[in-house]
């Protein structure tokens, strides 16, 4: 009766470390995924034709647990990891890891990924990874993508918490109450972000300048950076080529630091000094001010934005202190703040005031 009642206990111990060898494996995002999740006609057959290498580090624990059971736990840690299963973190030097259409360097690209950005990791061949970031699915060379534990760890220094707005025409205001002035409005599912909560208020930070919103009308949640799409602009009849070129020129530029006061769009630009070193590639003069730029050229409104013109924001008294690039498809490029550099925004990320027409084509 005593041997076996050892067995069993250690049985038990066993099961218990068997259990904790897999709990470190969710934390650590590295297991692998169905055979369903794999990726069958997005590149054509070669992808169909081969079985798919599971992601992260999964391979080193199979020995001690059955496929079924490596299943299920993926189903039950679906999500662990700010909403990613298997994560990936974009791990190049600057600017961005391109992402394709298919597993070539020659690959149309769909997207790209902002270094340090996040990504869900269906597949790796060949040294390819097919991923899912954002509204992006595509591939991406694995030499310059973190997997497995070094993703993880590298996602603990990245995460970032954001406002989330939940209804249309949020107005941020100049200080937390319902008496104070609006800086301006932002609409449903836009991102601000977050700086501390103020009772029933929170303190945020939109294009460098704080405000207050209703934590009655927002969500407070810890995110990663996501890719950016790469969807062709549709160039309406009369757009000229050089605003083509233009604002292809400005979206090399994504990613790239904010420095306050500075023009470089490599080392770091404010937002009139990014709009500034954009139009002087064309050999356009612009004034180093939001303010006096919303000056500068025909004023339109901006139901008539054609891409490289010019979106220009205010503060509460009605004072433009921001300004971006209208690239089409409703959105802008702009030089955002410190935290986030030059990004790509809904052009009704906030309340825009006046659209400047600079190029006269």
Same mark, same amino acid.
Not at 131 to 152: C, H, M, R
Not at 235 to 249: F, I, K, T
Not at 329 to 345: D, E, L, M, N, Y
């Given at each position: 009766? %005593?041997?076996?009642?050892?067995?069993?206990?250690?049985?038990?111990?066993? %099961?218990?470390?068997?259990?904790?060898?897999?709990?470190?494996?969710?934390?650590?995002?590295?297991?692998?995924?169905?055979?369903?999740?794999?990726?069958?006609?997005?590149? @054509?057959?070669?992808? *169909?034709?081969?079985?798919?290498?599971?992601?992260? =580090?999964?391979?080193?624990?199979?020995?001690?647990?059955?496929?079924?059971?490596?299943?299920?736990?993926?189903? *039950?840690?679906?999500?662990?990891?700010? $909403?990613?299963?298997?994560?990936?973190?974009?791990?190049? &030097?600057? +600017?961005?890891?391109?992402?394709?259409?298919?597993?070539?360097?020659?690959?149309?690209?769909?997207?790209?990924?902002?270094?340090?950005?996040?990504?869900?990791?269906?597949?790796?061949?060949?040294?390819?990874?097919?991923? %899912?970031?954002?509204?992006?699915?595509?591939?991406? !060379?694995?030499?310059?993508?973190?997997?497995?534990?070094?993703?993880?760890?590298?996602?603990?220094?990245?995460?970032?918490?954001?406002?989330?707005? !939940?209804?249309? $025409?949020?107005?941020?205001?100049?200080?937390?109450?319902?008496?104070?002035?609006?800086?301006?409005?932002?609409?449903? $599912? &836009?991102?601000?972000?977050?700086?501390?909560?103020?009772?029933?208020?929170?303190?945020?930070?939109?294009?460098?300048?704080?405000?207050?919103?209703?934590?009655?009308?927002?969500?407070? &949640?810890?995110?990663?950076?996501?890719?950016?799409?790469?969807?062709?602009?549709?160039? @309406?009849?009369?757009?000229?080529?050089?605003?083509?070129?233009?604002?292809?020129?400005?979206? %090399?530029?994504?990613?790239?630091?904010?420095?306050? +006061?500075?023009?470089?769009?490599?080392?770091? *630009?404010?937002?009139?000094?990014?709009?500034?070193?954009?139009?002087?590639?064309?050999?356009?003069?612009?004034?180093?001010?939001?303010?006096?730029?919303? +000056?500068? +050229?025909?004023?339109?409104?901006? =139901?008539?934005?054609?891409?490289?013109?010019?979106?220009?924001?205010?503060?509460?008294?009605?004072?433009?202190?921001?300004? *971006?690039?209208?690239? @089409?498809?409703?959105?802008?490029?702009?030089?955002?703040?410190?935290?986030?550099?030059?990004?790509?925004?809904?052009?009704?990320?906030?309340?825009?005031?006046?659209?400047?027409?600079?190029?006269?084509?």
């Amino acid at each position: 009766m %005593q041997k076996n009642r050892m067995k069993k206990k250690s049985g038990r111990r066993s %099961q218990r470390g068997r259990l904790a060898g897999l709990s470190a494996v969710v934390c650590l995002g590295i297991l692998p995924l169905p055979a369903s999740s794999f990726p069958s006609s997005a590149a @054509g057959s070669s992808l *169909a034709a081969g079985i798919w290498e599971p992601v992260g =580090a999964a391979s080193l624990v199979q020995s001690s647990l059955s496929r079924e059971e490596y299943l299920a736990l993926a189903r *039950a840690a679906k999500g662990a990891l700010w $909403g990613y299963t298997n994560l990936g973190i974009a791990d190049v &030097e600057s +600017g961005n890891l391109n992402i394709r259409a298919v597993p070539s360097t020659d690959g149309k690209l769909v997207g790209k990924l902002p270094k340090n950005a996040a990504c869900e990791l269906r597949a790796v061949r060949d040294g390819w990874a097919y991923i %899912q970031s954002g509204e992006v699915e595509g591939y991406v !060379n694995l030499d310059f993508l973190l997997t497995g534990p070094q993703a993880k760890l590298r996602a603990d220094e990245l995460v970032e918490t954001v406002v989330r707005v !939940n209804g249309d $025409g949020l107005r941020v205001r100049d200080s937390a109450g319902l008496d104070s002035g609006v800086l301006t409005q932002v609409p449903a $599912g &836009e991102e601000l972000e977050f700086v501390e909560r103020l009772g029933g208020w929170v303190k945020v930070s939109i294009d460098g300048e704080d405000g207050y919103v209703s934590a009655e009308h927002v969500t407070v &949640e810890e995110k990663l950076e996501t890719a950016v799409t790469m969807t062709e602009l549709l160039y @309406g009849q009369g757009v000229s080529d050089v605003r083509v070129d233009l604002v292809e020129y400005a979206k %090399q530029f994504l990613g790239n630091p904010y420095r306050w +006061g500075g023009t470089s769009l490599t080392k770091g *630009a404010d937002c009139s000094g990014f709009v500034l070193s954009v139009f002087q590639h064309f050999g356009i003069r612009l004034s180093h001010s939001s303010k006096a730029q919303a +000056g500068e +050229g025909a004023r339109i409104g901006i =139901a008539d934005l054609k891409p490289g013109d010019l979106v220009f924001y205010a503060n509460s008294s009605g004072s433009v202190n921001h300004v *971006a690039i209208y690239i @089409g498809g409703g959105q802008v490029i702009h030089a955002s703040s410190p935290r986030t550099g030059i990004k790509i925004s809904k052009y009704h990320y906030r309340t825009p005031v006046k659209a400047v027409r600079i190029l006269q084509d």
